[in-house]
């Protein structure tokens, strides 16, 4: 069934599905008790635009983003809670349902996934990191949602024996590891000298090769 825009101009988004699946399944961090994450306007805004559609062909439109804001401005959970959608969540396109809308299905449908959080030191992971581990907590409803999900301190064991880490620009192994998505922490600082730009060609060169995704999110 073809595409059916409900107004004028609008292009069809997985992101509605991936928002509802956010605030449904993950914890915000920070928090002494259980409280859904709710991402605000602008946050919102960004997801329905990162998984915006090709009416035509029913793909993603964009494998490569850049979010760059001040430092404040929660980028660190939004990314946090993308890698969690992207591990778990409906990020892969489906086709379209009665209604001629889209509709998405996780990774491990499909393909072992692997998500990375990268930096050029592991004090920038943490920066990202620790919120997935909040987001993943016991309390979260992901658990009564999804098989096969274990977090540790170090790494996130998924489904289909996927796997969510954190790298940095002395990781050995990033050539060979294939990532449905990555992040891209801190990229302002990515430098010849730390490994950076190295890090980023071969990040982005392992995504392209299973039609994953890269987001870069430098300080403005």
Known sequence: MPWKPSVPGEIPTLGY???DWITSALAAPDRAEYEPFVPYLEQEDFILRWYALDPVTGRRKYNRGVLGRPRGWGK??????????????????????????????????????????AAVSEDQTRNTWSPVLE??????????????????????????????????????????????????????????????????????ANAAKVGGTTIESPNA
């Open 17 to 19: 599905e991936v928002l």
């Open 76 to 117: 660190s959970p939004l990314l946090a809670a993308l890698a969690c959608v992207e591990a778990l969540g409906p990020v892969v396109p489906d086709g379209w349902n009665a209604d001629g809308q889209p509709v998405g299905r996780p990774w491990a449908d499909l393909r072992t996934p692997l998500v990375q959080i």
């Open 135 to 204: 987001m993943l907590c016991e309390d979260a409803p992901v658990h009564d949602l999804v098989r096969g999900l274990e977090p540790m301190e170090t790494f996130v064991a998924l489904p289909n024996r996927g796997r969510m880490e954190q790298v940095t620009s002395s990781a050995r192994t990033i050539k060979g590891a294939r990532a449905v998505f990555a992040v891209l922490d801190q990229s302002e600082e990515w430098v010849a000298s730390n490994g950076g730009l190295k890090l980023a060609t071969t990040m982005r």
